[in-house]
């Protein structure tokens, strides 16, 4: 696969409107300019030629591994950064500024593959899997959505029957983030009573499949498959022994979708960076183009819902840390970040005018992975509807 570098210099300078800067410590400006730099180096000169070509950059991982992208915030003892939630944010916010599918591959494998094996996970799990998934030696993938249920994930059909000395897996899983390239797999599968629990499936169990996904115009650079059992022995000593229920998943959806609020937000700075400058640069009827009233109220709306997305992602970051944070509180910090960086790369592109299509720029690649984002983890609606239950006490899904 063709991976070469384009003639492309990544200028892209932190909008930071109302100094939250101030409120960061300088461990954490430490960590967000290394993460930083490492996007600039390794992800921005290449994603455009990658999402081109559908093509998941398997050296990534390792990469990722390297500069402490997986698993930020669990124990040093297992291969995790022992960091705090501003951290995690803070990272996943720059990985994304990159691209969406980047910061999929890391926050699946450190919010959806580790943080179950570490919350749920036996201590020999633990030591089996978590230090190789930190260190990008393993990769992994969670696998809770179905062909017929996604947004209803507690009528899942996967199963599993005990089988005396194994279990045996049967089901299908599908628009699983890293199945094509996974070592192992989060299933999660009801048993014989219904009640959900997760099974760590490993790539090579006689009867398991992963055939990718193709023709999605979103997410290109991330590769996403399905997973297929077909009567999966799975020994009995791969089942998180620690909790049940759909309250097992729902619980990594919580890590996850906080670090998407922070990634789509870091998609908006890219996209919004670029419309400042290239409005400076471009110059229509004898002026820059950033001279026009209609130019200037796309870019001050842009900044004032960034900044907005900006103080709730560190609010909430606060929250976790102290363990205060609700589904709720995440679910709107999640809808409103994906909802103000779509927002930001249309105006964006549109401020582009046609070479806001070409890959030239940023923003139509973001746009199109936001159209993921918007969906998975709970769609937009989904998330407005966790609001509706947590304000009135009434949920209106079924
Ligand atoms: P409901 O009756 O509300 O709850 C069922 C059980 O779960 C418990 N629970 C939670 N526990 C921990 N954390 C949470 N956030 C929890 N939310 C609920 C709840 O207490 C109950 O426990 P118990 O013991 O009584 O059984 O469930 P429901 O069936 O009515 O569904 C509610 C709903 C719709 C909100 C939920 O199912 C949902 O969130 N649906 C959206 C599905 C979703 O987000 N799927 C994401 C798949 S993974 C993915 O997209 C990865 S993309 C990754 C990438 O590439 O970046
Ligand atoms: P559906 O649930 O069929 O929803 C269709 C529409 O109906 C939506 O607009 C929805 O909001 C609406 N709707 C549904 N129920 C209600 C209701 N009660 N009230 C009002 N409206 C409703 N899943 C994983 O498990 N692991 C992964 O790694 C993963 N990665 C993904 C990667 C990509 C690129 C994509 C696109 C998806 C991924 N997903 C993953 C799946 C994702 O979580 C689901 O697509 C999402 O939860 C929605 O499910 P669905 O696509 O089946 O849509």
Redesign the pocket.
């Known amino acids: 696969m063709n991976t070469e570098k384009r003639n492309f210099t990544d200028e892209f300078e932190s909008p930071d409107f109302y100094a939250i800067d101030d409120l960061l410590t300088e461990e954490h400006q430490l960590i967000r300019s290394s993460i930083r730099d490492f996007v600039k180096k390794e992800i921005t000169p290449f994603i455009e030629g990658w999402a081109e070509k559908n093509h998941f950059p398997e050296e990534i991982v390792k990469k990722f591994g390297d500069t402490g992208a997986f698993g930020p915030t669990l124990p040093e003892e297992y291969g995790g950064g022992g960091l705090d939630y501003i951290s995690y944010g803070l990272i996943m916010q720059e990985i994304e500024r990159g691209d969406?599918?980047m910061?999929?591959?890391a926050?699946?494998q450190g919010s959806?593959v580790m943080y179950p094996i570490y919350a749920y996970g036996s201590e020999e799990q633990r030591k089996k899997y978590l230090p190789k998934l930190a260190s990008g030696e393993m990769l992994g993938c969670?696998g809770?959505?179905e062909p017929n249920h996604?947004?209803?994930?507690?009528?899942m059909e996967t199963n599993f029957r005990d089988m005396g000395d194994h279990y045996l897996l049967n089901g299908a899983k599908m628009?699983?983030?890293?199945a094509p390239k996974a070592d192992i797999a989060v299933v999660w599968a009801k048993n014989e009573e219904g009640r959900i629990h997760g099974l760590i499936v490993e790539q090579g169990m006689e009867g398991f499949t992963t055939p990718e996904t193709h023709g999605k115009w979103s997410?290109r650079a991330?590769a996403?498959g399905e997973l297929v059992f077909s009567d999966v022995k799975v020994p009995k000593e791969n089942m998180l022994p620690n909790k049940s229920?759909?309250?097992?998943?729902?619980?990594?959806?919580?890590k996850?979708?906080y670090?998407?609020a922070w990634?789509a937000t870091g998609a908006a700075m890219d996209c919004y960076d670029a419309a400042r400058r290239y409005t400076l640069e471009r110059e229509q009827f004898g002026r820059p183009i950033a001279g026009f009233q209609l130019v200037q109220k796309k870019l001050a709306e842009m900044l004032t819902e960034l900044t907005k997305a900006q103080l709730i992602n560190w609010k909430l970051g606060k929250m976790m840390d102290e363990d205060k944070a609700t589904?709720a509180q995440?679910s709107l910090a999640k809808r409103n970040s994906v909802e103000t960086a779509l927002n930001i790369a249309r105006e964006a592109r549109q401020i582009h005018g046609g070479m806001g299509i070409t890959g030239d720029y940023p923003m139509m690649r973001h746009m199109m992975n936001l159209e993921?984002?918007v969906?998975?983890?709970?769609?937009h609606d989904?998330?407005l509807?966790?609001l509706g239950?947590e304000i009135t006490g009434i949920?209106a899904?079924?």
């Not at 996604?150 to 009528?155: F, H, K, L, R």
């Not at 229920?245 to 919580?254: A, E, F, I, N, S």
Request: proline share 5%; hydrophobic share 35%.
């Open positions: 969406s599918g910061r999929s591959t926050s699946v959806l969670f809770l959505t996604g947004s209803d994930p507690g009528e628009w699983i983030s890293n997410l991330s996403t229920g759909l309250g097992g998943p729902l619980g990594c959806l919580d996850a979708r670090g998407i990634g589904t995440i993921s984002v969906t998975y983890e709970g769609t989904i998330h509807l966790i239950a949920p899904f079924k």
